[in-house]
C-alpha cells in the first residue's frame, strides 16, 4: 500500500511505499517542497519505518524542483537523530545529477553524523547498497 501526501493544493508531494521484499521504505518526493512539506512528511515516513521496523529507506529526490535547504537546519539536528532512535540506520538519496535537490542531497550527507548516508543515480545501486544491511539485519 502506498500512502500520500499532498499540500494545500491537493497536489501529492510525497509517497511512501513499503518494500516488504527488501525491508525498507521508497519514499518519492514530488515538485516544489516548503519547510512545512518536509517536516510533515519526513515526520510521517519515520513513523512508518518504525511501525514496520525497518532501518532503511531509499529517499528519492529526482522530481524534486529546486532545494531543500531551507529545512536543512531542522533535517540535521531535529529530525536525523528522532529518526536513529526510531531505527534508522541508512539512507540512500537518489538525486539527478547536478540538480538542486542533488545539491541539497550533498549537504546532507556531509553534515549527517548520526547514520549512514549515501547519495546516488541509479536506483538500483541505492537498492543494492540498502539491502545489503536491510536483508542483514532482519
Excluded at 90 to 115: G, H, Q, Y
Excluded at 119 to 134: M, Q
Amino acid at each position: 500500500m502506498t500512502q500520500e501526501l499532498v499540500n494545500p493544493f491537493g497536489k501529492v508531494y510525497l509517497t511512501i511505499k513499503k518494500d516488504t521484499d527488501n525491508k525498507l521504505l521508497y519514499v518519492n518526493w514530488i515538485g516544489y517542497l516548503t519547510e512545512e512539506n518536509v517536516k510533515t512528511g519526513a515526520l510521517a515516513y519515520t513513523k512508518t519505518l518504525q511501525e514496520a521496523g525497518y532501518n532503511c529507506v531509499l529517499n528519492d529526490t529526482r522530481s524534486i524542483v529546486g532545494s531543500w535547504n531551507h529545512s536543512m537546519d531542522w533535517v540535521i539536528n531535529d529530525w536525523a537523530p528522532s529518526a536513529a532512535k526510531a531505527g534508522l540506520k541508512r539512507i540512500a538519496m537518489l538525486a539527478s545529477p547536478a540538480s538542486f535537490a542533488e545539491s541539497s542531497a550533498d549537504t546532507f550527507i556531509n553534515e549527517l553524523t548520526v547514520f549512514e548516508a549515501k547519495c546516488f543515480d541509479n536506483i538500483r545501486t541505492a537498492e543494492e547498497w540498502l539491502t545489503e544491511l536491510s536483508t542483514s539485519l532482519n
